[in-house]
């Protein structure tokens, strides 16, 4: 058993938190938690999912419960996640009657042969399964401020995890970009483009997700650890700095198998949590 644990939590990048620290101070609970998990020996697999689930059910973010409407009023929310040992990955976009999307990934990827699920086929099968559903949009889903009444446009939320055993692990899920139109699909539902993980790496993204989707923001960390050998922090600049150069603006999380935590961000600021480490790795 390796011994060194990693974790990192985002809820979102854009612009600074404004609900009086009551994300912050969920996160660094939380992030305590999910780091007590990890080292006592949970799956980082089963980490980020608890991390993620945890923060679509709190309302606190813009996931799950904290979901926006999109321009026809409905909520539809995107959620993947991916474990780093096996490269296998389950993903949902567009659903709108799941309670916890990354839950509904999570048995996509174990329970079938695809890895995305996507509107109707999503919810009916969060439904088939048995896994809970929400009663009426109206009592789950709590409104959160816009960001004209001092609300923060962003907060996805996401969770990397490195385990005891040396596995990695990744999850990310949103309740949607600002006004977007009906059936619009973000990179928080696309694996390689909002979450990745693998033998070496593990990413999550937050921001305008159609710049991230346009290099693969998540794979792209993981190629320039794997193919050109950079320190992760590097790697992860080096594709925020390409988003920028696009127009585009948000935040990376990440965790290497060889110990490495980061978390960045373009925007003024992005909610994180990072796990207070013994060796002072960054
Ligand atoms: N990336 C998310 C999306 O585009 C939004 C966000 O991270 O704030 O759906």
Redesign the pocket.
């Known amino acids: 058993m390796n011994q060194t644990t990693r974790l990192v939590l985002h809820g979102?990048?854009?612009a600074a938190a404004s609900d009086d620290g009551r994300s912050s101070a969920h996160l660094s609970g939380l992030g305590g938690r999910c780091q007590a998990m990890l080292e006592s020996g949970v799956a980082a697999l089963d980490v980020v999912e608890y991390a993620v689930a945890e923060m679509e059910a709190s309302g606190l973010y813009?996931a799950g419960r904290g979901s926006r409407p999109n321009r026809d009023g409905d909520f539809e929310m995107?959620a993947s996640i991916m474990d780093g040992a096996t490269r296998r990955a389950g993903a949902v976009a567009g659903a709108r009657s799941v309670f916890s999307p990354v839950g509904v990934a999570r048995r996509v990827m174990q329970d079938t042969l695809h890895v995305l699920l996507a509107g109707a086929g999503a919810d009916r099968f969060a439904h088939d399964l048995g896994l809970r559903t929400i009663g009426s949009p109206a009592e789950y889903f709590v409104a959160l401020p816009a960001a004209d009444e001092g609300g923060s446009p962003?907060?996805?939320v996401g969770a990397v995890a490195l385990d005891r055993s040396g596995a990695l692990a990744a999850a990310t899920s949103?309740g949607?970009?600002m006004g977007k139109l009906a059936g619009r699909i973000?990179?928080?539902a696309l694996i390689g483009a909002?979450t990745w993980a693998d033998d070496a790496v593990a990413v999550s993204?937050?921001?305008?997700?159609?710049y991230?989707i346009r290099v693969a923001a998540a794979h792209e960390v993981a190629a320039r650890v794997r193919l050109a050998h950079v320190p992760l922090g590097q790697a992860v600049d080096e594709v925020l700095a390409m988003i920028a150069a696009d127009g585009g603006a948000?935040g990376i999380i990440a965790v290497s198998a060889r110990g490495e935590a980061v978390a960045r961000w373009n925007t003024p600021a992005m909610k994180h949590y990072i796990a207070e480490m013994a060796n002072g790795c960054m």
């Open positions: 979102g990048a854009g813009v995107d962003h907060g996805t949103t949607g970009a973000g990179d928080s909002g993204c937050t921001g305008v997700g159609e991230f948000g």
